[in-house]
């Protein structure tokens, strides 16, 4: 069975101060890691579309990395604005969507 | 541009009602899907259709039911409501049948008493 885990659940970093979400996952043939944002009440939104270990992806202050284990998703100089739920999911070879796992997220707060 | 559409954003229901999620889509995707979202718990998936006509269970479908008659729009039933499906619910679409980014409405909390 596939698995995602988030870590932390929750990090709360002052504004400007780097750090790292990570995403741990066990799936049997990678399809594609994804990352979301999710901010309260609303639906999640898509960031990033890994496929393969060594892959990198950018957008302003996040950047996105893979191994054959785990993504993390790096937050450099944060902004308040960038609070939010940040969502990982795995789809295998073997499936599509219906065999996508989502974990549990981490919430990030930005304080001034 | 309104992209995934739902309908309503809050519900409340007692039990043993039944009741209709609706869920509309602009961007002519094929794919849509719904999902459920709880506390401590990863986005499950419901139920989804890779086109007109075409419908598949997921993670958790009962209690639940689907159709797709048009490309836009892709309704969600809850056919006798029990407590146990109090959530947050997402519907989302895609381009990609197969698989990829999805883009998700904004949600629709329901409430069953």
């Known amino acids: 069975e596939d698995q995602v885990t988030q870590s932390p659940e929750a990090l709360r970093l002052q504004e400007g101060e780097s750090s790292s979400l990570n995403c741990s996952y066990t799936v049997s043939g990678l399809r594609g890691l994804f990352w979301y944002r999710q901010d309260p009440g609303k639906g999640p939104e898509f960031l990033f579309t890994?496929?393969?270990a060594g892959e990198e992806k950018e957008k302003e202050r996040l950047k996105a990395t893979l191994t054959k284990k785990e993504s993390f998703l790096h937050i450099t100089a944060p902004k308040p604005e960038d609070s939010a739920t940040y969502l990982c999911?795995?789809?295998?070879?073997?499936?599509?969507?219906?065999?996508?796992?989502f974990g549990t997220g981490t919430k990030l707060q930005v304080i001034p | 541009n309104a992209g995934v559409t739902q309908t309503p954003k809050f519900q409340v229901l007692k039990t043993g009602q039944s009741m209709t999620l609706q869920c509309a889509q602009d961007?002519?995707?094929?794919?849509m899907s719904w999902y459920r979202q709880d506390p401590g718990m990863g986005l499950r998936l419901i139920h989804y259709s890779v086109g007109a006509g075409i419908t598949d269970q997921g993670e958790v479908p009962n209690g639940y039911n689907v159709s797709r008659s048009t490309t836009e729009d892709f309704p969600l039933r809850l056919l006798s409501a029990a407590p146990s499906q109090t959530s947050v619910y997402f519907c989302?679409?895609?381009?990609?049948?197969?698989?990829?980014?999805?883009?998700f409405g904004e949600g629709s909390r329901l409430t069953v008493l």
């Open positions: 961007m002519n995707h094929e794919y």
């Open positions: 890994l496929y393969s």
């Open positions: 989302a679409s895609s381009w990609d049948r197969a698989g990829g980014e999805l883009f």
């Open positions: 999911a795995v789809q295998p070879n073997s499936g599509g969507y219906q065999k996508v796992t």
